[in-house]
């Protein structure tokens, strides 16, 4: 059975967008690879909302005392987790929007963070009461940034509140943070020959990580 992939997109840029572009070869890669069905959940132009009391009050309500209009108010989350996990790979989109992951994207966790259906919640479990639901699945990080030097021991490193947001948040999605793959163009404010550089090696690690998970 061929495996699925699902992509999600969190740039506002609907033209011109470098995760875009690397999404694109990530897909042709994966369907020239023989990967399976591929999914697209476009975050950027079209944000989730946002999370308020209502969604919170139904999120932790047990699902058999909802009524009609909290069920309604889950229903864009239900659909967004469906989507996950109908998936094999997730391969997430993630442009650096001020030293963090765009606010849709950051949207799109919060509704897809729910205890009971991709996380349980439990102090039997002392000190780490938190568990996913959801497991198996692989990660590849698909970013751009205007500037560089944000990887471990990079001289933007402590302004990295990208990768380590992503990380803390894979259980969620059934994904292994270990295992979690980031693919990432630097330089795009400078477009100089290190943009260049970086732009080339990010489109063919993109070509090359779609061929290991499509088989
Ligand atoms: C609203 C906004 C905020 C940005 N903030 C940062 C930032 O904090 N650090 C950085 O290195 N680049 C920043 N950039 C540059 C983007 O990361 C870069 O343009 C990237 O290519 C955007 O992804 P996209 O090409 O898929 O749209 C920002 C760009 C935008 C539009």
């Known amino acids: 059975m ?6 999600i997109h969190s740039s506002a840029r609907a033209n011109r967008s470098l995760t875009r572009e690397l999404a694109q ?14 999914g697209h959940r476009d975050v950027g132009l079209t944000p ?20 009609d209009a909290q069920k309604e108010t889950l229903a864009e989350s239900d659909t967004l987790i469906d989507e996950i996990k109908s998936a094999d790979v997730i391969a997430l989109c993630a442009p650096m929007y001020n030293y963090s992951m765009p606010a849709s994207l950051k949207a799109w966790f919060d509704l897809i963070a729910r205890v009971g259906v991709t996380f349980s ?31 471990p021991g ?34 795009q404010e400078f477009g100089d020959k290190r943009f260049e550089t970086s ?17």
């Open 121 to 151: 919640f439990d102090l039997a479990r002392g000190d780490t009461p938190i568990e996913p639901i959801l497991t198996g699945k692989k990660l590849v990080v698909l970013s751009s940034r205007g500037e560089f030097g944000f990887a």
């Open 154 to 187: 990079g001289e933007r490193a402590h302004l990295n509140g990208l990768d380590p947001a992503i990380a803390a948040s894979a259980h969620y999605l059934g994904a292994d943070a270990g295992e979690m793959e980031t693919i990432a163009i630097e330089y």
């Open 199 to 215: 732009l080339a090696a990010a489109r063919s690690r993109a070509k090359q990580a779609a061929i290991e998970l499509a088989i």
């Open 25 to 38: 070869i990530f897909e042709e890669s994966w369907t020239r690879s023989g990967g399976g069905a591929v």
């Open 48 to 67: 989730p909302a946002i999370l308020n009391e209502d969604w919170i009050a139904a999120a932790f309500t047990d699902p058999s005392e909802l009524t």
């Open 2 to 7: 061929p495996k699925s992939l699902l992509i």
